[in-house]
């Protein structure tokens, strides 16, 4: 009698987390992770099929999959990693599988062909430069004006973003960056003054869908590290519409095909402005702050398109979700309490504090370094904010 079991659909992730496994596996997947061993966990383990340890971005992955891919064929690679975005794509190139293609992570990956893009495309974009001096700093600075931005062209999580106010800062601006991105070219940007703003999508097949308008908050200069999102947006509606219609026409023009994007935008006197964009969901917990406030989780949607199921973009009602992260003046901790009371706080969603007496604390220069954070759902953004508030009143840190 022959046998009508259907054989679950292969899927690659390049990267990945504990929930996002799990998300796949539910969806019907034969899942291989490739993955860094250290941020493997044992909890990991029940949703995952095969595991090959080594960093996103290492450039054996391809012929590896492709030598897997021989054997036992896969259906779809994915990553939502921004460090493995670029070897998914490779992957789906060369395997002609299920996958985002190459050309749209190329472009939001490096920051330079990104601007380039936008000038070709007619859409709105920063005025900008490619800078490899001090002296060509200083001559983009004279024709835009002070204060200008420097940042790596393939930068990532606000590191090595200087606002530079005058000459004598540009040469160790300069160095600096050159230092930690030896392989990254440094971007000159003209300083636009206005509200930054993220905008949360999903795609399929080429159509797109705007989910969210986020709120961001930021400590400023000189680096820019967010320390907070909030869904939806304050702005007016009328902004609203022209930062959804500049998005819409912003992936089609680079040929997003499928799953999350996150859209980053300051908006002036001017209009609104791209700063940068992934072919991704949003860090920080946006994409939960998505779910929490419209009910989509862009993860489930993309593994249902990917597992051959049209994916349903149905837009709830708005509630009012946000983040805040911890920020303390330098110091030492001497004792922290009361975290597990904020935890239980109505509303309250996650409650994380890396946190413990004796360490040291400094203003944090990247977002790598944020040491806690909060998440709540409230029926408003307004009655969100209010819940982390209270809960951070509940969270005592003594420091000597």
Not at 223 to 246: C, K, M, N, R, T
Request: aromatic share 6%.
């Amino acid at each position: 009698m022959a046998n009508d079991t259907q054989q679950p659909k292969r899927m690659v992730m390049i990267g990945g987390w504990n929930s996002l496994y799990q998300k796949a596996k539910e969806s019907g997947f034969d899942v291989t992770v490739i993955q860094d061993k250290s941020n493997l966990k044992p909890e990991d383990l029940p949703f995952i099929n095969h595991i090959f340890t080594l960093p996103l971005d290492h450039p054996d992955i391809p012929d590896l999959v492709e030598v897997l891919h021989k054997n036992n064929p896969f259906d779809c690679v994915v990553s939502m990693n921004e460090m493995g975005l670029l070897t998914a794509a490779i992957i789906k190139e060369r395997l002609g599988i299920i996958g985002n293609p190459l050309q749209p992570v190329r472009l939001t990956r490096d920051k330079e062909k990104m601007r380039e893009h936008l000038s070709r495309s007619h859409l709105r974009t920063i005025p900008h430069a490619i800078v490899s001096s001090v002296s060509e700093t200083l001559t983009f600075a004279e024709k835009y004006g002070w204060p200008i931005i420097l940042k790596p062209t393939m930068g990532t999580g606000s590191m090595q973003i200087y606002k530079l106010e005058s000459p004598h800062e540009v040469e160790q601006a300069v160095d600096s960056i050159k230092q930690a991105f030896p392989d990254s070219p440094v971007l000159a940007e003209k300083f636009l003054v206005g509200t930054e703003i993220s905008v949360e999508a999903f795609s399929w097949n080429g159509e797109h869908h705007v989910i969210a308008v986020t709120d961001k908050l930021t400590t400023g200069a000189p680096s820019f590290v967010e320390i907070g999102h909030s869904i939806p947006s304050a702005l007016e509606d009328e902004i609203i519409q022209e930062v959804q219609a500049y998005t819409l026409a912003f992936l089609s023009s680079i040929g997003h095909q499928m799953g999350p994007s996150h859209t980053e935008m300051i908006v002036t006197e001017d209009g609104p402005y791209i700063i940068e964009s992934h072919t991704r969901a949003g860090g920080d917990f946006i994409y939960e702050l998505t779910e929490l406030a419209y009910g989509i989780d862009v993860f489930t949607l993309t593994f249902q398109g990917m597992a051959g199921k049209e994916p349903l973009v149905d837009i709830q009602s708005p509630k009012g979700a946000a983040i805040r992260y911890l920020t303390l003046p330098e110091g030492t901790i001497r004792s922290i309490e009361g975290i597990e009371q904020a935890m239980t706080q109505e509303g309250i969603v996650r409650c994380q504090m890396n946190l413990s007496p004796g360490q040291m604390v400094a203003p944090f220069k990247n977002s790598m370094e944020r040491y806690g954070w909060i998440v709540a759902q409230g029926q408003t953004v307004e009655d969100a904010l209010e819940k982390i508030e209270k809960a951070l009143q509940t969270i005592i840190i003594e420091m000597g």
